[in-house]
């Protein structure tokens, strides 16, 4: 069953690497996301719930690709290493400095995923 596993996800994979995420309509009821209890929403979501939550997240990006750098075969489960790459959308605020220090980011309140943004210091602000 993994190994019919692994190539289902690598094939999806492909796509999302593409920006095409039209495999996610795919996913079965018995599918399992887990999200990292880091994350504001951690938890694990199952079939619809799943396939709601990774709609949410990737609506949330323009021009978002998720790369598959690893593909865990473990038995009855696969685990997935991953680099996701997008942007938020035009309308939401920017972030704001000068002197290459941050000093505002404001965004809207939402309901739906959240990132984490990992900032580090620039010689020049963001544009």
Known sequence: MAKENVAALRAA????????????????????????????????????????WLRAWVASFEEMTIEATEIVDSGDKVFLGMTQRGRPPEAL??????????????????????????????????G
């Open 13 to 52: 994979f492909k796509q999302y690497a593409q920006g095409d995420f039209s495999p996610i309509e795919a996913l079965g009821d018995d599918f399992e996301l887990i999200v990292s209890p880091e994350a504001p929403d951690a938890g694990t979501y199952r079939g619809e719930d799943a396939r709601r």
């Open 93 to 126: 605020p920017r972030w704001r400095g000068s002197g290459g220090r941050f000093r505002r980011f404001a965004g809207p309140r939402s309901s739906g995923p959240r990132c984490f943004v990992n900032a580090r210091r620039r010689s020049s602000p963001p």
